[in-house]
Each structure stands twice: as C-alpha cells, then as structure tokens.
Nanobody
Framework: QVQLVESGGGLVQAGGSLRLSCAAS????????MGWFRQAPGKEREFAAA????????YYADSVKGRFTISRDNAKNTLYLQMNSLKPEDTAVYYC??????????????????WGQGTQVTVSS
C-alpha cells in the first residue's frame, strides 16, 4: 500500500478556485491509478475524478466535468486536483485514493485500497 496525505483545502467564495495536492510515499506511486473522492455532510462519499497510472487518461464525474482538472507528477509522487468555478455544492471533505487494481482511470470506489485522511473544502455563497 501507499501512504497518502492531502493538503490545499480551505474556505473560498463561490466562483473561486483551489488546488488540492496529495503527497504519496514510496517508490511505486507511478504504478497506481489515482482518484479524488468527496463526502459532503450527511451524504455518501462520491467519486469526483480519476487518472491513470501514467497520467495519460482521466475520468470525471458529470458534476465536476469542465470545472475540475486532475493531474499527477510521478517524479514528485504527487497528485493534484485543480478546482475552478467552485459552487457551494462542492463543499465536502476531499479524499485522494490509490488503486493497485489496473491502470485505467475509473470511478469505482471499491477498486481503491489506500486512502488519505481528507482535506476540507468549503465554498461560501
């Protein structure tokens, strides 16, 4: 497994931007496909974005498509989520996750076996 630590969350006004980072430990980061998930108060955790192990393909939930961009730097063992045009409904705890189950970007939560502790994103109206 890989250890993951998120950062970059905070409070932002609607329409603003934030960039989340997820630092991964270990030398095998490049072998994992990665994802961002989020959990709003009182709701189930949901998929937001995923990226293949090479970074060559990405996949987004419809709710964030066109506003969020997932990327990775395998040399720095870091995953990113650039969030633009934020809405109050984007308020949630954001988690990064790693999957050793295949390399193609997917949104299937059960495929992800390592999770960070989460970072809070709050969007005010």
């Amino acid at each position: 497994q890989v250890q993951l630590v998120e950062s970059g969350g905070g409070l932002v006004q609607a329409g603003g931007s934030l960039r989340l980072s997820c630092a991964a430990s270990g030398r095998t980061f490049r072998l994992y496909k990665m994802g961002w998930f989020r959990q709003a108060p009182g709701k189930e955790r949901e998929f937001a974005a995923a990226i293949s192990s090479s970074g060559g393909s990405t996949y987004y939930a419809d709710s964030v498509k066109g506003r969020f961009t997932i990327s990775r730097d395998n040399a720095k063992n870091t995953l990113y989520l650039q969030m633009n045009s934020l809405k109050p409904e984007d308020t949630a705890v954001y988690y990064c996750a790693a999957s050793s189950s295949g390399r193609r970007a997917t949104g299937r939560e059960y495929e992800y076996d390592s999770w960070g502790q989460g970072t809070q994103v709050t969007v005010s109206s």
